[in-house]
Every structure is written in structure tokens, then in C-alpha cells.
């Protein structure tokens, strides 16, 4: 197998097989991304004059074929070769020849899988952040469409107030702003460059990290070198508590779905073809959909502490099992996106039931509301409760089932436009666009 590493000894078979794992199958992820820190490394390599001008002219062409490729689905690691960077050099030694080994000066491949890993993981919380943008624009939609459509609000899965839809789907609308908090804190770790810091110890050459910092549109550096090693783990971490913030919103939500779907609740309903059936009993309508969001939810919120019993108690500078990283996080990204994608597909079908209320068992829900009426009234509060507690128990309790909510949040008074500006703020100050328009100079 092909080695940047290798010298002349050739390793067991069995050693080989039980370090690289599934390296190489995850790494096909990472190759667009290794092909872009070459592009900047090579570019720096060229300004201290450590790559001449015909060879940074041959390379930066050869990458940029390569980087097409891999757009294209043509880029595959072989079969004898280790790993995507293995790949990418030895595709520019064959094709360039001699200036395809000079990339590799001032770095080592632990600071290269840094960046790439920054570079992917920079762009899974993009798509994540516009996955979960869409969902939260359809919440609000929904919200602001039965605004005016009541439901039985629950404490301890207990009648409690009157709520509505609007209150409802603009809930998980505003988690997911507070959520992408904790997406955010995670990019802002993800968005600094660590190339430079080489084997974690820095360089002899005359590196230029602002210059690559600037090249791949990072924020900042990753100054201390020693850090830039001992980030990786800690950027892992920190950004499965981001997945698993969103993750849980999403799985209450099904959770709420399954519950609201149930014959006894009977709140909302799909079409026939987005649940499913029993195999001996006709009358059913399945929520599988929401049930298998929530147990993946679940999961997913198990990611913290996966990736922080994978880290625990190791020392600075590299390790090899940081490798294993890859396999909790780059499939974690992929499930959240699906499930975010699907609780949009599932709610653009949804049917929101409009005379819940008319319920009888739904009475008690107006208690409260009918204490607050005799308070504004000049009843005392205590004396309010007790008198309509009484009429309760003596079954004579018989509200005018309306309601009145006016302050800001409530059922009458939703602010869903202000929801909407928290989330804009939120998204401009990701800056995605300063990023492509980065990718976009160093491949054009």
C-alpha cells in the first residue's frame, strides 16, 4: 500500500488492515477538501520560494483537474493507496512528474487532515444550517397559518390552558434559532486554519499561515501550533454538541407528532401514504416516520458523549485513534441532514384538526382563564381560584371557552416576526458567503 510515510520496511498485512479501518472510505469525503488546501499550501509554498513559478503553474493546473474530478464523481482512492492524500500526490507525481513531490514541504500529514477535516466539517454545518433554516421557514408558516386554530395545552401530560397550532409549531421555530447558538459556537471552532502547525510543532520554513488563513477563507488561525494538534477532538466535540442540540429538538417534535397522531389525541393527520399499515389489523395508520426521527434523534444525542469517551484522558499531540473520529461524525452529519429534510417533507403534508376544543373533556382547560376574568373584575386572586375551584368540584363550572391572550409570546400575540429577525441575525453571522467566494477564487 502506498505511504507517504513509507520507507523501506513494509508493514503486516493485519497491522495495515486494523489501523487504516475504514480510513480510506471516509476519506473519499474529504478529497474536494484536500485538493483546496493544496491549492492555498502550494500557492503560500510559491510566495517564500519554496516552489518555483512553472512548477506552482503545472500543480495549481493538476489540482484544480483533480478537484474537478471529484465535483464530477471520477476521483476514487485505490485500492494499494492509504489514504486521500496519498492519492491526491501520487495523481500529480504521474501526471507532473517532479513538482508533484514538492507539496508536501512544511507540512505533515497531521496538520493536512486538520484542514481538511476543518474544510468538511465547515461545510457539513453549512448545509446543516440551510437544512435547518428550511424547516424552521415552514414552522413559521405553519404558525402563522392556524394561528388562530386552539389546542389543549398539557402539564404532565394533564389538560392544562388553552394553547393554539401557532404557539405550537412556532415553538420548535424558535429551538431551532437557540439551537443554531450551539451550530454557531461550532463553526466559529471549525472556522480557524490550523495548516502550518505541521506535526504540532511547527516549521522551520518561513511558513506563511495568514496567507493560507486568508486563501481558504478562514476567520483566523489556530495560533499556538501545540493547540492546532490538540484541537482536533475538541472541534469533534464541540460540534456533536451542536448535532445533538438540534437533534433534540427534532426529536421532541416527533415525539409531540407520534402523540398528536394517536386516535386518543387525534390533533393532526396525513395522507395515507406517509404512514404506514398493520399487518393484522386494517384500522391502522402508522407514524413510522416520526418514530424512526425520534429513536435517530436519540441517537444523535448520544454523540457528545461518544466523542468525548474517544478523547478522554489523552495527552497533547496526535494520536491515531483521533482517526476513529470519522466514523462518529461524518455519518452523524448525514442523519441529521435526513431527518431535518424529512420533518420538512412530513410537515408540508400535514392537517391540523380546527374543533378540538369542542370536546368536553377540554372544559377545565378555560379554568384558568376564567380566574384570571374575575381577578380583572376586582376579585382577589385566592378568592378567584377558590371559587371556581369549588364550581369545578361541584360540576357546575361552565366557562365562555375564549380566549384572551394578548402579551408578547402568547396565543394572540405570537411575534413570530421577531423569531424571524433572531434567525436572520443568526444566519448573516455565519458569513457563508465570505467562504465561497474563497473556494470560488482558489479553483477558478
Excluded at 349 to 370: A, Q, R
Aim: aromatic letters at 8%; one cysteine or more.
Amino acid at each position: 500500500m502506498s505511504k507517504l510515510w513509507q520507507k523501506d520496511t513494509d508493514v503486516n498485512q493485519l497491522v495495515d488492515q486494523f489501523t487504516v479501518g475504514k480510513d480510506r472510505e471516509l476519506d473519499n469525503q474529504m478529497a474536494a477538501f484536500d485538493v483546496l488546501g493544496s491549492l492555498a499550501h502550494t500557492r503560500m509554498l510559491n510566495t517564500i520560494g519554496l516552489l518555483e513559478d512553472e512548477d506552482l503553474e503545472k500543480v495549481q493546473q493538476e489540482l484544480k483537474t483533480i478537484y474537478q474530478q471529484v465535483q464530477n464523481g471520477d476521483f476514487l482512492i485505490e485500492a494499494d493507496v492509504e489514504d486521500v492524500h496519498s492519492q491526491v500526490e501520487l495523481l500529480l507525481t504521474r501526471r507532473i512528474g517532479d513538482a508533484g513531490k514538492k507539496i508536501h514541504s512544511g507540512r505533515s500529514r497531521n496538520d493536512q487532515v486538520l484542514v481538511d477535516l476543518k474544510l468538511f466539517f465547515r461545510n457539513e454545518l453549512q448545509q446543516t444550517v440551510e437544512a435547518t433554516h428550511q424547516l424552521f421557514e415552514l414552522l413559521i408558516e405553519l404558525s402563522e397559518k392556524h394561528k388562530d386554530v386552539l389546542l389543549p395545552g398539557y402539564t404532565h401530560l394533564q389538560v392544562a390552558m388553552p394553547s393554539s397550532f401557532g404557539l405550537w409549531f412556532g415553538a420548535y421555530a424558535e429551538s431551532l434559532v437557540d439551537d443554531l447558538e450551539l451550530v454557531r459556537a461550532a463553526w466559529n471552532i471549525t472556522n480557524k486554519n490550523p495548516l502550518g502547525s505541521a506535526a504540532g510543532y511547527g516549521s522551520s520554513f518561513p511558513l506563511n499561515r495568514t496567507l493560507t488563513t486568508n486563501l481558504l477563507g478562514f476567520e483566523d488561525l489556530n495560533y499556538n501550533v501545540v493547540y492546532a494538534q490538540m484541537g482536533r477532538g475538541k472541534t469533534e466535540r464541540i460540534i456533536a454538541q451542536a448535532i445533538s442540540a438540534v437533534a433534540a429538538t427534532l426529536g421532541r417534535m416527533a415525539m409531540d407528532q407520534v402523540l398528536y397522531l394517536s386516535q386518543n389525541f387525534a390533533f393532526v393527520s396525513y395522507p395515507a401514504n406517509l404512514t404506514t399499515g398493520s399487518s393484522i389489523m386494517p384500522h391502522k395508520k402508522n407514524p413510522d416516520v416520526w418514530e424512526i426521527m425520534r429513536g435517530r434523534c436519540n441517537r444523535l444525542q448520544a454523540l457528545p458523549n461518544d466523542v468525548a469517551m474517544m478523547t478522554t484522558n489523552l495527552p497533547s499531540g496526535y494520536h491515531r485513534e483521533m482517526q476513529l473520529l470519522k466514523e462518529l461524525l461524518f455519518p452523524a452529519f448525514a442523519e441529521l441532514r435526513q431527518c431535518l429534510e424529512m420533518a420538512t417533507f412530513m410537515l408540508q403534508h400535514v392537517t391540523v384538526k380546527t374543533d378540538i376544543l369542542n370536546d368536553p373533556k377540554y372544559t377545565y382547560l378555560f379554568s384558568v382563564d376564567e380566574v384570571n376574568r374575575l381577578v380583572l373584575s376586582g376579585t382577589p386572586f385566592r378568592d378567584a381560584y377558590k371559587q371556581v375551584g369549588l364550581a369545578i368540584e361541584r360540576g357546575e363550572f361552565d366557562p365562555a371557552k375564549e380566549v384572551n391572550h394578548t402579551h408578547e409570546g402568547s396565543i394572540g400575540n405570537l411575534n413570530n416576526d421577531k423569531i424571524v429577525a433572531n434567525m436572520n441575525a443568526m444566519l448573516q453571522s455565519f458569513n457563508f458567503d465570505k467562504v465561497q467566494q474563497a473556494i470560488n477564487d482558489l479553483v477558478s
